[in-house]
């Protein structure tokens, strides 16, 4: 179900650094890293809009931003994945979190930036707020939820029916009476309630519900689910499958989306958290925010379609393909397997062409309208991501035999087997190249 959703919080430009790893540094236990990439993507409330609106609502994000080039950025980024930004003027410099990943695994994260004086919300900010099915507060600890007229308008909000929920900050500010629901994480509701860490979340949940007059409060506690408390009934505990949890960034932001889009109906809080600790397990299992890619969304009658593969040496055979594929929809997004994917797949001596040649390549083509490179050996991380509505596969294959088709299923997609041209193939073209070498 789509919702009218605001997303008000902090925004961040987040910037994540990979490259290769073959060697260590002689002097220091540490990866070196060569040919670093950079990928920018939006962070803190800018992630959650983002999500939000790859879940198909439509998203408002109230956030300040300084007037700067990180700025910009993220209101350019906001706006290609369909999020309609409503900035707060604020003074200073726009916060930037730059990770480095060596092998899939953050080892170290270099922060900048320096948020000043947050100017007054505009009235279109504020009327946006008023007039939302739901409110996710995502703060991040850089000012804005201390703003005034900004807290007037959720403290009218959460005193209706709209549900209102409070992502808080050990930095922000403390919720404004009556919201729906406030979901800290197991760390942030320890400091919250004054209590040890090594008390038990359900006390900490409790006790919270009286200090922040919260209708509920729910502490997630990553791989081990969450717990909520209610009113004055038991804290429920809520399971949740345990993913290899090598890159937990944006779990939290997943779960506070999925929670308030459930709140909008008549869904139970408790089932709502339950749907939530699902998406969020499902959300780390599928590469978390590094593998999350934000594109341009598309209008109700619009369909999105993917497809993937090497591209090493682009021959006709795959450009008949990828004209097949763009007729099927709008808009085509290309998965490009990374240089250490084609390697793992195909061998040392692969690819012949570096990944940044054969994405620059594939976008020039005119039915192509995005390129997105990944690490992996399948696409099913950036797959669910993007969640197109068909994915393209060339060859002699059936749905059946493609395991892509179970996981576009979940959301509605489905998969398509274009016709596999004869005659045209990256080996075949190496092959010949080497007998003419000779």
């Not at 910009?72 to 916060?95: K, M, N």
């Not at 009476?177 to 942030?188: D, I, M, Q, S, W």
Request: with cysteine; charged share 25%.
């Amino acid at each position: 179900m789509s919702v009218q959703m605001v997303v008000v919080g902090d925004a961040l430009l987040d910037v994540d650094v990979t490259g290769d790893v073959r060697r260590r540094l002689p002097e220091a236990d540490a990866p070196v890293i060569d040919d670093p990439r950079e990928r920018l993507r939006p962070g803190g409330a800018a992630l959650v809009a983002a999500l939000a609106a790859a879940d198909g609502h439509d998203v408002v994000l109230v956030t300040a931003l300084a007037a700067d080039a990180a700025g910009s950025r993220i209101h350019d980024l906001c706006s290609d994945a369909g999020v309609q930004v409503l900035a707060v003027p604020q003074e200073g410099t726009t916060p930037v979190k730059r990770r480095i990943i060596a092998d899939q695994q953050p080892v170290a994260r270099l922060d900048e930036g320096a948020c000043g004086p947050i100017q007054h919300v505009p009235p279109d900010a504020l009327e946006a707020i008023g007039s939302a099915d739901a409110v996710l507060v995502s703060d991040y600890g850089q000012g804005l939820t201390s703003v005034g007229d900004l807290r007037r308008a959720l403290s009218s909000v959460a005193a209706t029916s709209t549900p209102v929920v409070w992502d808080p900050h050990p930095r922000g500010e403390a919720p404004v009476p009556g919201v729906r629901l406030v979901t800290p994480n197991r760390a942030e509701a320890a400091a919250f309630a004054g209590r040890a860490a090594r008390t038990g979340a359900s006390e900490h949940a409790a006790a919270l519900v009286d200090l922040w007059r919260a209708r509920a409060v729910c502490v997630t506690l990553g791989s081990d689910g969450a717990v909520l408390a209610e009113g004055t009934a038991e804290p429920l505990l809520v399971p949740a499958r345990r993913p290899d949890p090598h890159d937990t960034c944006g779990a939290g932001d997943r779960f506070a989306v999925t929670v308030t889009a459930s709140l909008t109906g008549t869904t139970a809080t408790g089932a709502a958290v339950k749907t939530a600790v699902e998406a969020a397990g499902d959300f780390v299992a599928s590469g978390g925010a590094a593998s999350f890619t934000p594109v341009a969304r598309r209008a109700k009658d619009r369909t999105i379609v993917a497809t993937g593969g090497c591209f090493d040496l682009l021959h006709a055979g795959h450009v008949a393909t990828l004209q097949a594929a763009r007729r099927l929809g709008d808009r085509l997004i290309v998965c490009l397997n990374s240089d250490d994917s084609v390697r793992r797949l195909k061998g040392e001596d692969r690819p012949v062409v570096p990944e940044r040649d054969r994405a620059r390549l594939l976008a020039a083509l005119d039915c192509v309208d995005d390129v997105v490179v990944f690490d992996e050996d399948t696409p099913m991380h950036v797959l669910a991501g993007i969640r197109p509505d068909i994915w393209v596969k060339g060859g002699d294959y059936s749905e059946d035999d493609l395991p892509e088709s179970d996981l576009l299923a979940t959301w509605g997609g489905r998969t398509v087997v274009v016709p596999f041209h004869d005659g045209h193939s990256t080996t075949s073209l190496i092959e010949t190249a080497r007998a003419i070498a000779v």
